[in-house]
């Protein structure tokens, strides 16, 4: 027997959310400047130290401050910290142990910093203190107002949206941002404030149709399952699932329970299949990774593409989600999340298909508890429904971030970005020449 959960209105909005958009048009946004201080840049790649292979997604924290940044698909790394007598570093990375080092001002550059895997075996008894792995979930959520930050944090992040033809990069966007972030048990939404942002549009390599991802940042502040859980697990599509228990891991230096979700055979509508990695002391939710169902196709386009062609086909080929959670003083907060989409395009009458990806991540690189003196009715405060506009204009300047920490680029980005830097000279030689010339 078939069963179809039809999808409550939050559901929707997530996947409505985190859809492509695909017309032609631009939005406008605004730009706010950022102050100097006197920063200290580190750099790196953090490997495995047994085989010697970049570790993605890896948190890098200074330990005496909440900066923090994470590795890129190389394990390359880039962290600007403010000037300080001494510099202590936690690396940890799911699946390794965490290792903590002094750095001394002189050596920032280049930095080669291994993890050990960590192989931990939990007994039975601890196990089998829950009942299944459904009751271990439900006490997860049960345990949101002690487990998680509870003041109001204003936090600086990093935002990166790019989208690709097979494997040519078509679009760009960057900004920073801070994110007013309510406290987990407050059921008001975050607000986000851009900051600092950039992004280039090459639509001849989009032929002809324009990929557009609405809600921007928010599709990844919507990842943080711990803060919005109702866009993924209700007690009304909990019922959807089936839960296991799954190998045991090791997070930030400490065991986690690993429970496996699935969707159930007889539910139609598309729903998730994932792993939450759950600390077995607090019971804290410190990762997930989740995909969406994809066997009902028909259903799957019409909650994630909300505009195209008459004459165009859309086919998701993969939709995948992670975030990641910090602890610090005892509570856990949203640090990371990433988005990754593939699609397959058609267009009538053509023999030939087109795939396209579009991945969005968000790090949290900086926080603190907010200041209510600060005022967010600001005009730059985003709607969760925007589009970034194109703006190329800060690719041209090479000190652009100042001295905002960012995600380091992996080698196809920063090609792609030579080649808007390039792109501009040229513009900017054909406007001079052309003020230059005599009427």
Known sequence: MKISYLLPEKIGKLMSTIFLLIFLGTYATNLNAQSENTI????????????????????????????????????????????????????????????????????????????????????????????????????????????????KTLMTSFYRETIKKRNKNASLAEAVLNIYKQPYGDSREDVIKLIKSRKNTDYSKLDTIALKLQGGPFSTLYIDLMKYPEYVFTSYTMEGYDFEFGPTSEINGAPVYTVNFKQKDNVIDPLYNGKLYINTNSLALVKATFNLNLSNQSEVVKLLVKRKPDNVRIKAKNIEYTVDYREKNGKWYYGYSKANMTFEVKKRRRLFKSIYSLTCEMAVTDWELFDNTQDWTSKNTLSSSIIMSDEASGFSDPTFWGEYNVIEPEKSIETAIRKIQRRLQKEEGKTEASVGKKP
């Open 40 to 151: 200290i840049e580190i750099n790196g790649q953090v490997v495995n130290i047994t085989t010697g292979e970049p570790i993605i997604a890896a948190s890098i924290q200074e330990v005496n401050s909440n900066t923090s940044t994470i590795t890129n698909t190389e394990g390359a790394f880039l962290l600007k910290i403010n000037n300080a007598e001494t510099i202590v570093l936690k690396i940890d990375a799911l699946g390794f142990k965490p290792k903590t080092i002094n750095v001394s001002k002189d050596n920032v550059k280049d930095l080669r910093l291994t993890l050990q895997t960590s192989s931990i075996e939990l007994t039975e008894v601890s196990i089998t203190a829950y009942k299944n792995a459904r009751d271990l979930v439900d006490k997860v959520f049960e345990n949101k107002r002690s487990n998680y930050l509870e003041d």
